[in-house]
């Protein structure tokens, strides 16, 4: 997917040209992947003629809590952080629905395997986006031969730009097999999560996803959802290991985060899920989800912060 780079980026601490936002090949962030990000989408409602930021407190909060992970004593506060956000989008413009990507690495240029010791960077981007996965109505996905790491190995409730590597292998390999997501199992063989979404199966009237202790991230669209799926459209949501299993014999599926938001699957290593097409549950809840995000559900307004 290409990335049309923008103009302007939040660094260190003020909004600069994106030109001038530079590091070091040496950066210790670079070379051993100490650094920790968030993925936001901001919604364009032209009715308002404003661009929303869909849960930022909640977003800015897990990277903070993400930074703690790796021993990071970040510049600014979670309410700094925040303003951050609001001032680049400001100074970038965009009028368009857009991903908003926080980063905070360790940018001290220097060898040495170590989270102690170290100064952090904080860096903010935005650029136009659409589809993440371009079928999502109906996704191609294959159950990869990567695992997820364990939480003792790494935890899987930080978004650590080095963990990624572990999404990267799977990705590659279902994309070039001809699949348009890898779904990964974790180190008991319950069904973990995708490269970068969660997942939710629906059999016989009940949505299952993934228990937080099955190595997946805690992710924010995922809650986001289940408050959806139980207090708006009245289902009862289990969060439980899932066996591989189970996918194969469930009504639908479908994945979840901030780049996929509601993306549905059709088919797992060439087996129809449920009828093979857009399912039922999934297309009210991304109708609904959808209309969330744009501001157009007073209820959770609140989940949307205007860039004024």
């Given at each position: ?7 302007m ?44 930021v ?12 993400s ?8 510049a ?31 940018g ?12 952090p ?20 996905c ?26 990267a292998?799977?990705?590659s ?18 069904v973990?999560?995708g490269?970068g ?7 016989r009237?009940?949505v ?25 459209m ?22 979840t985060?901030t ?6 699957v ?8 449920g009828s ?16 969330v ?16």
């Amino acid at each position: 997917m290409a990335t049309k780079l923008p103009r302007m980026a939040f660094f260190k601490d003020r909004v600069v040209p994106y030109a001038e936002a530079k590091v070091g090949l040496l950066t210790h962030a670079l070379n051993y992947g100490t650094g920790v990000f968030a993925g936001i989408r901001g919604y364009w409602n032209a009715d308002l003629g404003k661009l929303l930021v869909f849960r930022l407190p909640d977003h800015v909060r897990r990277i903070h809590e993400s930074a703690r992970l790796l021993r990071m004593n970040l510049a600014l506060t979670e309410e700094a952080t925040a303003r951050a956000v609001l001032d680049l989008l400001r100074a970038e413009g965009l009028k368009e629905d857009c991903y908003i990507r926080p980063l905070a690495f360790y940018g001290d240029e220097v060898i040495g395997v170590r989270l102690h010791g170290l100064t952090p960077i904080i860096s903010i981007v935005a650029v136009p986006f659409g589809l993440y996965i371009d079928q999502a109505d109906g996704a191609h996905c294959t159950v990869s031969s990567w695992r997820r790491p364990s939480d003792n190995v790494i935890p899987a409730r930080g978004k650590i730009t080095g963990s990624y590597a572990n999404s990267a292998f799977a990705k590659s390999d279902a994309e070039l097999a001809g699949f348009d997501e890898a779904l990964l199992l974790n180190q008991d063989g319950y069904v973990s999560e995708g490269s970068g979404e969660n997942i939710f199966l629906v059999r016989r009237g009940v949505v299952a996803t993934p228990s937080l202790n099955q190595s997946v991230l805690e992710g924010i669209t995922r809650r986001s959802l289940i408050t959806l799926l139980r207090d708006e459209m009245g289902l009862t949501v289990e969060e439980r290991p899932i066996e591989r299993c189970e996918l194969f014999v469930a009504d639908e599926v479908f994945l979840t985060g901030t780049a996929a938001q509601v993306t549905a699957v059709s088919r797992i290593d060439h087996r129809p899920v449920g009828s093979g097409k857009l399912g039922p549950v999934t297309d009210k809840l991304r109708k609904l989800f959808f209309d969330v995000i744009r501001g157009r559900v007073d209820k959770y307004r609140a989940w949307c912060t205007a860039v004024d």
